[in-house]
């Protein structure tokens, strides 16, 4: 990635997106609408339903946030679980696995989740637009919740 990219990926509207072939489908569906919606959106694979290592693409992502090449990013793999997991393990990742609005509200108001994971083959379509939707307009509420989660990295 060249200077300019990266300065560039630095807008507030800029996105990360990934998935394994299990939520594949899900994955264009998220990049269509945030394209929609004006944002810029890197798409970190896979490119088809052939069968992939959800940690391959979950290490893409979770490493851009990480180094802070993007400031949020989306992962899916078939339940989540898999993505959550990996994306986890980076410093300065905070990743929300959510399947219901509320939570997907919470993760942005109490634990500034910087990566919103959603299991393709647990949610339908209708309800991950709808949790997008609600992690991308919910703000931190920082104060207490910022000392705690400062406290996550090692
Ligand atoms: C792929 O079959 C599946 O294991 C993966 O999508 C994910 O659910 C892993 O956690």
């Known amino acids: 990635m060249d200077k300019e990219t990266v300065a560039n990926n630095f807008i507030g509207n800029s996105i990360i997106i990934g998935s394994d072939h299990a939520a594949f489908d ?32 979950g ?26 997991m990996v994306a986890n393990r980076f410093p300065k990742v ?31 379509d209708v309800l991950a637009f709808e949790l997008v939707r609600t992690w991308l307009e919910t703000e931190f509420e920082g104060g207490r919740h910022q000392d705690r989660i400062k406290c996550i990295d090692l």
């Open 26 to 57: 899900l994955k264009e569906k998220i990049k269509d609408l945030l394209l929609s919606k004006g944002f810029t959106v890197e798409d970190a694979g896979a490119n088809s339903l052939d069968s992939v290592s959800y940690v391959d693409y």
């Open 59 to 84: 290490k893409k992502v979770a490493n851009a946030v990480s180094c802070g090449q993007f400031p949020r990013g989306i992962l899916l793999c078939g339940t989540g679980l898999g993505m959550s």
């Open 94 to 124: 905070r990743a929300a696995l959510c399947s219901d609005v509320f939570s997907a509200r919470m993760s942005r108001v109490h634990n500034d989740a910087n990566i919103l994971v959603m299991g393709g083959r647990i949610i339908g």
